[in-house]
């Protein structure tokens, strides 16, 4: 039996292997050595442990030189894919995405209205083992993100005001539902955002989501950590005797920077819009557009937004640097609207913090993306133990 210690490291390598060759196909030990900053020896261990498992192939990698071709490495992983539940309210959008990024199959559920936690445990079940069933395809894990508050195990929710639950030891339901045959791991939207944010170069992330309700996470080495800030991220305190937020107090971030706050100032300002799914990206597009109309009123609504924004940005960043900061949420659909008199709130609070906004090219879909990967977690966190528990699973390759 080998110590924690000993085996924390070894583990700690085969997951900087196994993501390596993910994010560089036909990748040759000696390449591998130098990005991961080990010796030869040091790489070849993981390697072969990788390889014995069934995880790594090893074939010829590209020409790059004259000479002998280095062997390259390889996911054996081709016909391996997650499942994924990006929870919307009102309706589910699942995804089985392969290791290598691309989608197998993605659709709508619709979702009864009010939907319990015990009824959507049981849709998302049947659809698990249904997908189960998919031809030539092993499931990894399966991803799930929803409109809730977790807990710091993040495998159960504490409540969600969007869906109006209560406590729910989800991951728990979930796989005891589907008989223990995967493992379940659960974010809230923002953390599925972060996560899909972070695969663009940026392993070391801050992502802030901003819809109704307010998140933020942090990716740390490609990973979906502990998260520190997400709980009751919402419902920080930002201004005495604001508007009064759906926890009951007054003046929460949510309160004054959330979505509520455009849908009403558009109410006022008489500016029709559509409700119902898709009905936030309308009414962001119409603001932006009457925005760059000049409409003084809503540009003024716009930029309060964005100041709150920014200065909760300028917080976040100040308590809890990060690599690169990343914003989802109906901003994206307002624009350059938003974005102008955010990036100049924040060149003013924190300069440095302005400088590491990044945008990112997924907009609403960001979560949906971040669910596929959140499943194919579950192998590239702990590769050799997710084998261990599969092996007796028929490899359909
Ligand atoms: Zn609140």
Known sequence: MISMTQGGVKRHNQVRVLRAVRDASGISRAQLAEVLNLTKVGVSRPVAELVAAGLLVEGQAPQSGPGRRPIGLQLALGKFASIGFDIRVDRAIEVVRDVDGTVVSQQVIDLPPGVTAPALLAILAQRILAAALLPRYTIIGIGVALPAELDDSLRTVKFSLPLGWGKVPFCDELESLIENRYQVRLADV??????????????????????????????????LGSLGLVGEFGHMPMLAGGPQCLCGRFGCLDAVAGFQILVDGAARLGLAHTTGPGGMNDLSRRLSEEAGQGNQQVCTLIESVAQWLARV?????????????????????LGDAFWQPFVAALEQLHPQAAQLM????????????????????ILFSDPIGWAALHSGLPQLI
């Open 313 to 333: 940005v300028a917080a976040v960043i100040t308590i809890r640097p990060a690599q690169a900061m990343t914003v989802g949420g109906y901003p994206l659909a």
């Open 358 to 377: 990044v945008k990112s090219p997924l907009g609403d879909e960001a979560s949906t993306v971040g669910v596929g990967l959140l499943g194919a977690e």
């Open 190 to 223: 923002s953390g599925a955002a972060a996560l899909a944010n972070s695969r663009m170069g940026l392993p070391n992330l801050a992502h802030l989501q901003i819809g109704y309700g307010a998140g933020l996470s942090y990716i740390r080495d490609g990973s």
